[in-house]
């Protein structure tokens, strides 16, 4: 079975402008979740989608955002992009069964502001 | 104030010598907690997930046991292939689907 795939794996971007990240969960996964991990900071949640709707966010800014499509596929959005932004940015997928939470990482995208 | 916190935050072991890495937890309940293996460059590898205390699992070298306040990841006998950073990661009993991480054990088996 395929893992889960990112897509674009590194990223520059100039302060103030804008960047989608791409993921694609296991298939059969109905679950994703994106997290920053940053060395200060470590890995942070961000949010999670189920069935196209988010059904849980962390506590950032509202720069940040994502969605999920049918296919459960899964983009993140950061608009107005900041120097603290650059990190690792990970998808992960579970199943979405409410008694398991399982999740497995894709190998991020990382994303550098300059 | 830390929820998870993880130690030592470095060790290095020579091949064969075997240690524990501790994961202890200050939430309200929990609902899972995982650990996980992360290369550098890498995205987390999924290990374990424990539910309850008392539970072990095992997994070639590794083996990771759970108490109702903290968890050890024990590696027996590493080899120089196990170096990484070992993170572990709750789930609370809060109804949001989220884990909240350490800040990880970096691993370095010397041969």
């Known amino acids: 079975k395929a893992g889960v795939t990112q897509t674009p794996r590194y990223l520059i971007k100039t302060r103030g402008q804008q960047v989608t990240l791409s993921c694609s969960p296991i298939?059969?996964?109905?679950?994703v979740s994106w997290y920053q991990q940053t060395p200060g900071q470590g890995l942070q949640f961000l949010f999670e989608y189920f069935s196209e709707t988010q059904r849980n966010k962390g506590n950032f800014p509202g720069r940040f955002s994502g969605r999920q499509f049918s296919n459960s596929r899964s983009e993140m959005n950061v608009s107005t992009l900041e120097l603290g932004d650059s990190a690792l940015y990970l998808c992960?997928?579970?199943?979405?069964?409410?008694?398991?939470?399982?999740?497995?990482f894709g190998p991020g995208t990382r994303l550098t502001v300059t | 104030e830390d929820q998870v916190t993880q130690s030592p935050e470095a060790l290095r072991l020579q091949e064969g010598e075997s240690s524990s890495l501790n994961c202890s937890y200050t939430?309200?309940?929990?609902?899972?907690l995982f650990w996980y293996r992360q290369d550098p460059g890498k995205g987390p590898e999924f290990l374990f997930t424990?539910?309850?205390a008392g539970e072990e699992k095992e997994k070639e070298r590794l083996k990771a046991t759970l108490t109702k306040k903290e968890s050890f990841l024990h590696i027996t006998a590493p080899k120089p292939e196990d170096s990484a950073t070992y993170l572990c990661a709750v789930w609370e009993d809060t109804g949001r689907r989220a884990l909240t991480f350490g800040s990880g054990t970096r691993l370095q088996v010397q041969p």
């Open positions: 992960a997928s579970s199943g979405g069964d409410r008694g398991t939470y399982e999740q497995y």
């Open positions: 424990l539910y309850s």
């Open positions: 298939s059969g996964h109905r679950s």
């Open positions: 939430v309200s309940g929990l609902r899972g």
